[in-house]
């Protein structure tokens, strides 16, 4: 298949369960760090790898500074202004940066 990426060896993947219990396997597009606070960037895949609408989502991230090997933990972003902070922030990434590597359009 033409422009199909393999991400399982070019990008880190995170499993991430959603709240219905089902499970997204997702690549790590990036770290970022707002006002203090990282976020993490995901793309979520179907289960050949693919991205199919460019659609990313935004958590909050936070490693154990005591144990470097515990997994990250992602919390949700609740507050609107928040989650705006982020998605600008993430724009500004996507600037720097060949976003038609991640996303073929």
């Given at each position: 298949m033409a422009g199909k990426?393999?991400?399982?060896?070019?990008?880190?993947?995170?499993?991430?369960?959603?709240?219905?219990g089902t499970s997204v396997n997702c690549a790590v597009v990036t770290i970022l760090?707002?006002?203090?606070?990282?976020?993490?960037?995901l793309?979520?895949?179907?289960?050949a790898g693919d991205n199919e609408d460019g659609e990313v989502w935004f958590?909050?991230?936070?490693?154990?500074?005591?144990?470097?090997?515990?997994e990250p933990e992602l919390s949700f972003i609740e507050d609107d202004e928040e989650y705006e902070r982020?998605?600008?922030a993430f724009d500004e990434y996507l600037d720097s940066c060949e976003f038609d590597e991640l996303?073929?359009?």
């Open positions: 990426k393999d991400y399982e060896s070019e990008e880190m993947t995170v499993e991430l369960e959603l709240e219905d760090t707002v006002e203090d606070k990282d976020y993490i960037v793309l979520p895949l179907n289960e958590y909050g991230y936070s490693e154990n500074p005591e144990d470097p090997n515990e982020v998605s600008d996303v073929d359009e």
